[in-house]
Nanobody, 128 residues
């Protein structure tokens, strides 16, 4: 099974930018829907962004719309999340995820239960 590993998290100040990367090992990610989720202390894991297999469709949570951009490089087996104008409310552990059941599709999914493969998470902390 494909394995995912996030990197790029850290401590930044409000207004700063940060780029997260998700590297996949094993089978190619090419046909699969992928997404980013985040989980703040004491909160449920929630949807951040998703991108379909051929990058024709992306979706974003309202809270990050216009500030975050997700992209993928299937040849490199990577998924990225560019985060701009970071706010303290963005503080969370960020996870990348993959849906093995959605292949070569334009559909988008926002529920944790829709995704089968998860990375270990990377901490992002934004100070005021």
């Amino acid at each position: 099974q494909v394995q995912l590993r996030e990197s790029g998290g850290g401590l930044v100040q409000a207004g700063d930018s940060l780029r997260l990367s998700c590297a996949a090992s094993g089978p190619s990610i090419t046909p699969y829907l992928m997404a980013w989720f985040r989980q703040a202390p004491g909160k449920e894991r929630i949807f951040v962004a998703s991108i379909n297999w051929d990058s024709r469709r992306t979706e974003y949570a309202d809270s990050v719309q216009g500030r975050f951009i997700t992209s993928r490089d299937n040849a490199m087996n990577t998924l990225d999340l560019q985060m701009n104008s970071l706010k303290p409310d963005d503080t969370a552990v960020y996870y990348c995820a993959l849906d093995l059941r959605t292949t070569e599709s334009q559909s988008q999914k926002r529920s944790v239960s829709d995704y089968n493969v998860w990375g270990q998470g990377t901490q992002v902390t934004v100070s005021s």
